[in-house]
Nanobody, 121 residues
Framework: QVQLVESGGGLVQPGGSLTLSCAAS????????MGWYRQASGKQRELVAT???????SYADSVKGRFTISRDNAKNTVYLQMNSLRPEDTAVYYC???????????????WGQGTQVTVPS
């Protein structure tokens, strides 16, 4: 089983920056794709950014140019550097990762517990 532990959320003024971290632990052969999603109050969860083990990255249009996703495969950790934060970025941010077998088959998809990011208007 995989556990994901997120950290780094908080309250930041508009235009400010935050960095989120998410570390995977537990019993697995390897971690494949990792990503960040967010869910604002009363809205559906949405994709923010994803990164494959090889480093291929995708972003939601709303965060392109402001957020940067990265990962450290040796630490099984994914990061989300968030710059130029806006009130509309306020949400609970969730980490997501898939664990894989020796031959690359996805065995499970795990979610973190979420971390709150608040940007007041």
């Amino acid at each position: 089983q995989v556990q994901l532990v997120e950290s780094g959320g908080g309250l930041v003024q508009p235009g400010g920056s935050l960095t989120l971290s998410c570390a995977a632990s537990g019993s697995f052969f390897s971690i494949g794709a990792m990503g960040w999603y967010r869910q604002a109050s009363g809205k559906q969860r949405e994709l923010v950014a994803t990164i494959t083990r090889a480093g291929s990255i995708s972003y939601a249009d709303s965060v392109k140019g402001r957020f940067t996703i990265s990962r450290d495969n040796a630490k099984n950790t994914v990061y989300l550097q968030m710059n130029s934060l806006r009130p509309e970025d306020t949400a609970v941010y969730y980490c997501n990762a898939d664990s894989r077998s020796r031959v690359g088959i996805v065995l499970a998809v795990t979610w973190g517990q979420g971390t709150q990011v608040t940007v007041p208007s």
